[in-house]
């Protein structure tokens, strides 16, 4: 079997903040009329539906992407294994349940400044995100999910075709004498 | 910098995460109409200057389609609503009547 590789496996950058590859990490799409898949999502990952825009953190995360679409974060080799549980789960519900974990990369980033650094590349107004709230907007160029899981990590889940691009562009916001002190 | 915020998700998103979508509202004609009828379908807009409803997707968030209205020479935003409508709803409506009272939705 070949060997398994996240994005960029290691990469990191010190800067004003710490930037790092998440590594191998799961992750299924479920695309799903939310209230009458919850209690088949309760099942699989063990957390209720999210509010919008909410993530339900735990050993398996949940995450609340679109009305009709969710995000769960699992362990990279768990993922198959919740693509059959929903299938089983939902039975002969509309759904789509899709294991897409080597489709994405996921970045951390830690340090005091993570919103001034994240704030030079987004629209986003990160002032207003709350902890634990999932916001999908664009880096840059490109597409990508960011939340703050307290007030000084962030996390960042991009296409893994830009998966070299994001990391550049975050490494780049962080250089030492890039802090702006805003937020 | 256009800040809409998507009925769909509640974000406030610059139009940097939308992609426009042209007029809203507009009346579809296709197999059995006039070529007059075809021709405006597809091409002639009034391109107004004022008041406007137009089609948005939060292409780089909740990825729907959303309604807005707005002033283009302002840029003023009166509200943004839900793509499922045919015509601007009461308080969308009402809102900008309140703002600009020589407005009426016929124009
Ligand atoms: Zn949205």
Request: aromatic share 6%.
């Amino acid at each position: 079997m070949s060997e398994l590789a996240s994005a960029l496996p290691g990469a990191e950058y010190e800067g004003i903040v710490r930037v790092t590859e998440a590594g191998l990490r799961g992750m299924v799409t479920l695309k799903a009329d939310l209230p009458d898949a919850a209690n088949g999502v309760k099942a699989v990952t063990g957390q209720a539906v999210p509010e919008p825009r909410r993530i339900n953190a735990g050993d398996v995360s949940v995450a609340w992407m679109a009305p009709d679409e969710l995000l769960i974060l699992c362990d990279h080799a768990r993922a198959d294994q919740v693509v059959r549980d929903l299938a089983e789960q939902l039975g002969t519900a509309h759904h789509l349940a899709v294991n897409v974990s080597d489709a994405r990369a996921m970045f951390t980033l830690t340090g005091d400044t993570v919103k001034d650094v994240l704030g030079k590349l987004t629209p986003a107004d990160l002032a207003a995100l709350p902890l634990g709230e999932m916001r999908r907007t664009r880096l840059a160029q490109v597409a990508a999910a960011i939340w703050f899981s307290d007030a000084q990590t962030a996390h960042v889940i991009c296409f893994r075709s830009v998966a070299r691009y994001v990391f550049d562009l975050l490494a780049l916001a962080a250089r030492p004498g890039g802090d702006v002190g805003y937020h | 910098m256009l800040t809409l915020t998507c009925p769909v998700c509640g974000v406030d998103a610059c139009e940097t995460e939308l992609a426009a979508g042209g007029e809203a509202h507009l009346k579809r004609f296709g197999p059995g109409s006039t070529d007059d009828q075809f021709e405006e379908y597809l091409f002639l807009r009034p391109n107004a200057k004022g008041v406007h409803f137009e089609r948005w997707r939060h292409a780089m968030g909740c990825g729907k389609w959303f309604l807005a209205a707005r002033d283009t020479a302002t840029l003023e935003v009166f509200g943004t609503y839900s793509a499922q409508t045919t015509a601007p709803p009461a308080d969308i409506v009402n809102a900008i009547r309140a703002k600009r009272p020589d407005w009426s939705p016929e124009t």
